[in-house]
Nanobody, 125 residues
Framework: QVQLVESGGGLVQAGGSLRLSCATS????????LGWFRQAPGKERQFVAA????????YYADSVKERFTISRDNAANTVYLQMNSLQPEDTAVYYC??????????????????WGQGTQVTVSS
């Protein structure tokens, strides 16, 4: 059974930083494209960042560019999301996701096959 487990969420003041981790049980981790999404109360799930299976390409939502960094550690089967300069608008449940296919629509949550349970990020003003 494939499992993705997010951690690192919490409460932080505006301007602060958090580093989210997503540990996976993917047997061929390096073959998967990985993404981070978030969902705020009453909102649709929103693309945050993605990284290709080789780790050579990264993609970011305009709202998080220059503030968030996605990375992966294939040896640890883990994907990270470093979040800096957090703002209240970043408050959401953050989910990691994995897809073994060709990542052509990285921004579309529907292309990802596996999802974690999410970790809450709350940014206070």
């Amino acid at each position: 059974q494939v499992q993705l487990v997010e951690s690192g969420g919490g409460l932080v003041q505006a301007g602060g930083s958090l580093r989210l981790s997503c540990a996976t049980s993917l047997s061929t981790f390096s073959s998967y494209n990985l993404g981070w999404f978030r969902q705020a109360p009453g909102k649709e799930r929103q693309f945050v960042a993605a990284i290709t299976s080789r780790g050579c390409r990264t993609y970011y939502a305009d709202s998080v560019k220059e503030r968030f960094t996605i990375s992966r550690d294939n040896a640890a089967n883990t994907v990270y999301l470093q979040m800096n300069s957090l703002q209240p608008e970043d408050t959401a449940v953050y989910y990691c996701a994995a897809d073994v296919g060709v990542l052509s629509r990285y921004y579309d949550s529907r292309v990802y096959n596996y999802w974690g349970q999410g970790t809450q990020v709350t940014v206070s003003s």
